[in-house]
């Protein structure tokens, strides 16, 4: 079973709607969650960390974090084509100190 | 966030030689890491590179093929040595920031630029 698995998409929303992204983890003893985003031909950028059960805001990206369910999810409001990138979730284990990366899941947002 | 650089940018190498990749952060960090990102791929952990021991070194990755240094707290080189052309991808160092928020410590890692590498 992988550490952490995302869809792989593509997902393709229209500008200005919602895109969400989910993520789920399977070492219950993780405490660091991450988004990164990736735009093509480039490094991988952080843009939401999360710690605590609930949902964390910045902007139009939300994050969204249920350790019961082993779940993170993050929701960006009102997409823009520029939100067009490749969203990995990462996550930290304390039992390794390492992080785990998903695969990433594809987002276009279409104007 | 800590500033990273990497050199080169990109590189086209002949199969059967070694390429050694540059990191440099802006600060002093504890953890620095090597990563590979293959094509259409996620990120797959190379090694952690220690300051003052040997790089420890994840499952299918071997000091021979990939050594490591870490001479300082803000540089460190990975050199992808004998490259085939399975080699081709692209590597990624990057630094973990650990900060306190209250009584609670966060850690983040960093990515830098990356280094594009083609084997022919």
């Known amino acids: 079973q992988k550490e952490v698995e995302q869809n792989s998409g593509p997902l393709s929303v229209p500008e200005g709607a919602i895109a969400s992204l989910n993520c789920t983890y399977s070492d219950r003893v993780s405490q660091s969650f991450f988004w990164y985003r990736q735009y093509s031909g480039k490094s991988p950028e952080l843009i939401m960390s999360i710690y605590s059960n609930g949902d964390k805001e910045d902007g139009r990206f939300t994050a969204q974090l249920n350790k019961a369910s082993q779940y993170v999810s993050l929701l960006i409001r009102d997409s823009q084509p520029s939100d067009s990138a490749t969203y990995l979730c990462?996550?930290?284990?304390?039992?390794?100190?390492?992080?785990?990366f998903g695969t990433g899941t594809s987002l276009t947002v279409i104007p | 966030s800590a500033v990273i650089s990497q050199k080169p940018s990109r590189d086209i190498c002949q199969r059967g030689t070694s390429l050694t990749i540059q990191c440099q952060v802006d600060?002093?960090?504890?953890?620095m890491f090597w990563y590979r990102q293959q094509p259409g791929q996620s990120l797959t952990l190379i090694a952690t590179?220690?300051?003052?021991?040997?790089?420890?070194?994840e499952s299918g990755f071997v000091i021979d093929k990939f050594p490591i240094s870490r001479p300082n707290l803000t540089f460190s080189t990975l050199t992808v040595s004998n490259m085939s052309p399975e080699d081709s991808s692209i590597y990624l160092c990057?630094?973990?920031?650990?900060?306190?928020?209250?009584?609670?410590?966060?850690?983040?890692?960093?990515f830098g630029p990356g280094t594009r590498l083609t084997v022919l």
């Open positions: 990057s630094v973990e920031d650990v900060r306190l928020q209250g009584p609670v410590s966060t850690d983040t890692q960093y």
């Open positions: 590179a220690n300051q003052g021991s040997e790089a420890t070194y």
């Open positions: 990462a996550v930290n284990s304390y039992t390794g100190n390492q992080f785990y």
């Open positions: 600060s002093q960090v504890t953890m």
